[in-house]
T-cell receptor, first 116, second 115 residues
Framework: AQKITQTQPGMFVQEKEAVTLDCTYDTSDPSYGLFWYKQPSSGEMIFLIYQGSYDQQNATEGRYSLNFQKARKSANLVISASQLGDSAMYFCAMRETARGSYIPTFGRGTSLIVHP | SQTIHQWPATLVQPVGSPLSLECTVEGTSNPNLYWYRQAAGRGLQLLFYSVGIGQISSEVPQNLSASRPQDRQFILSSKKLLLSDSGFYLC??????????????FGQGTRLTVV
């Protein structure tokens, strides 16, 4: 079974508007970390934001915020004031304990296109 | 500061030829190391991970293998490439269990085309 599910293969947003990218996860570990990465067409993976399972507040990093709903096991990425440079693939990832180490598991990604 | 180097950036290989992709990390010790593969338009599939020298765990059965001859060196190999091995290969490193809230850091990736 998939541990990270991103149900939106593609999303479109108008420049300067906000957009939410969905991510749900599945784990039985009480302690885990959730991450979002951006992958532009160049292929590099750029870390955006992190949320720990015990964090009481939603993580924010500039225009990025993570809407963490632990009971629902969701960790949606919100990008405010979209810019043309935000057009990229976005991946949700989770680190959970496995054999004493933390293995990052990734979702299939969401392609975001920002229109001018 | 820590850096990760992965090479080559692009590779075109004939079917049946061998493969060797190399990844090295600087500025840290005893990192966890990972090899991922990304097929066109798909997510990242974990292939191998290593928590120490000589310790390799395989996630997906295939004709690829990995080795970690030194603490900060991770090598992905194949004796005979298949067409289905084409894809974008990413090496990454991360802290171990003592630092769960740190992200994985990625290399620039290798675009492999098997022809």
């Amino acid at each position: 079974a998939q541990k990270i599910t991103q149900t939106q293969p593609g999303m479109f947003v108008q420049e300067k508007e906000a957009v939410t990218l969905d991510c749900t996860y599945d784990t039985s570990d009480p302690s885990y970390g959730l991450f979002w990465y951006k992958q532009p067409s160049s292929g590099e993976m750029i870390f955006l934001i992190y949320q720990g399972s015990y964090d009481q507040q939603n993580a924010t990093e500039g225009r990025y915020s993570l809407n963490f709903q632990k009971a629902r096991k969701s960790a949606n990425l919100v990008i405010s004031a979209s810019q043309l440079g935000d057009s990229a693939m976005y991946f949700c990832a989770m680190r959970e304990t496995a054999r004493g180490s933390y293995i990052p598991t990734f979702g299939r990604g969401t392609s975001l296109i920002v229109h001018p | 500061s820590q850096t990760i180097h992965q090479w080559p950036a692009t590779l075109v290989q004939p079917v049946g030829s061998p493969l060797s992709l190399e990844c090295t990390v600087e500025g840290t010790s005893n990192p966890n190391l990972y090899w991922y593969r990304q097929a066109a338009g798909r997510g990242l599939q974990l292939l191998f991970y290593s928590v120490g020298i000589g310790q390799i765990s395989s996630e997906v059965p295939q004709n690829l293998s990995a080795s970690r001859p030194q603490d900060r060196q991770f090598i992905l190999s194949s004796k005979k490439l298949l067409l289905s091995d084409s894809g974008f290969y990413l090496c990454a490193w991360g802290e171990g269990f003592r630092e769960m809230n740190t992200e994985a850091f990625f290399g620039q990736g290798t675009r492999l085309t098997v022809v």
